[in-house]
C-alpha cells in the first residue's frame, strides 16, 4: 500500500484528481468508481476545474458510485445520486446514462445489488476506485463486521455512521438506517484504489488500516492486501502513524 502524505486538504485534493486525470487521458473510456462524503469534495472541485481547463474530457467515462441511501428519492437532496449531481456531474460532459448509482428506491433490493453487479461487470471492471473512510473504518458502507462483505448489499449503518452522517441532515433520527452499498470484493476487484483521508477524527482508522492486522473489524485494511492501492492523507490523518 502506497501511502502518501500531503501538506493539507487542497494539496490532496489536487493530488488525487491528477491522478483521476491522468487516468482519463490514458483511457478516455476509463470506469471511475466515486465516493460522497466531505473529504471527496476538493477533488471533485478540481476535476471539474481540469475539465474547464479542456483538459480532461468525460463524454467516454462510465463511473459507478460505492452506495446509496435506501428509501432515499434520487431527487431528494440528501440522496448520494443529487450529492453527485450538484457535486460533480452537472459541471463536466459526463453522459447522465454513464453515471451509476444503486437505486435506494428498489423494491426488490437483492435484484437492484445483483444488476449492480452485472452493470459493473459489462462495462468492463472498475479502472480506477476513489474512496474515503470512515471513522470505524468503514469504506463504502461497509461497516466493522465479524466477515469481509462481499458483493453488493444492502447494510444496516452502524450507531457511529448514523451520527457521523447526521450532519447532512436536519437529525439524526432523520438519517437512513440502512443503505444499498457496494461490498469488499466489488471494491478490491477494482484495478486500481486511492483512499482519501483528512483531519484528526481520521488518524486512528487510518492508523489501523494501514499498520494494524487485517481484519473486517476495521474493512480498510482489506487494502493491505490489493496490489494497487494508495493513500493519500493530510498531516492530521497522518499524526498517528
Ligand atoms: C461515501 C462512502 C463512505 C465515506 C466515508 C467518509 O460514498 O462510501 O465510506 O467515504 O463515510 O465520509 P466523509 O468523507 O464524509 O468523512
Not at 88 to 104: A, D, M, Q, R, S
Amino acid at each position: 500500500m502506497e501511502v502518501i502524505i500531503a501538506k493539507d486538504y487542497e494539496t490532496l485534493s489536487r493530488q488525487a484528481a491528477t491522478i483521476i486525470a491522468a487516468q482519463i487521458i490514458g483511457r478516455p473510456d476509463s470506469v471511475l468508481g466515486l465516493a460522497t462524503g466531505s473529504t471527496p469534495v476538493g477533488t471533485y472541485k478540481h476535476l471539474v476545474a481540469l475539465y474547464r481547463e479542456g483538459i480532461i474530457d468525460f463524454s467516454r467515462v462510465k463511473t459507478f458510485n460505492l452506495d446509496e441511501y435506501y428509501g432515499v428519492a434520487p431527487d431528494n437532496p440528501c440522496s448520494y445520486r443529487w450529492f453527485m449531481e450538484e457535486n460533480l456531474f452537472k459541471h463536466i460532459n459526463i453522459l447522465p446514462e454513464n453515471t451509476y448509482i444503486p437505486n435506494g428506491l428498489a423494491q426488490d433490493t437483492a435484484a437492484e445489488c445483483r444488476e449492480y453487479e452485472e452493470k459493473i461487470h459489462r462495462a468492463g471492471g472498475i479502472d480506477l476506485q476513489l474512496l474515503g473512510i470512515g471513522g470505524n473504518g468503514h469504506i463504502g458502507f461497509n461497516e466493522p463486521s465479524d466477515n469481509f462483505q462481499s458483493a453488493t448489499h444492502l447494510v444496516d449503518l452502524d450507531p457511529q455512521t448514523i451520527e457521523a452522517n447526521s450532519r447532512f441532515f436536519a437529525s439524526p433520527d432523520q438519517v437512513p438506517r440502512q443503505a444499498l452499498s457496494m461490498g469488499i470484493k466489488s471494491i478490491m476487484a477494482a484495478r486500481r484504489i486511492i483512499l482519501l483521508a483528512n483531519g484528526k477524527a481520521k488518524a486512528r482508522a487510518v492508523y489501523e488500516m494501514i499498520r494494524g492486522p487485517i481484519t473486517p473489524e476495521l474493512p480498510a485494511s482489506v487494502l493491505q492486501l490489493h496490489p494497487q492501492a494508495a493513500v493519500i492523507i493530510d498531516q492530521e490523518a497522518a499524526a498517528l502513524l
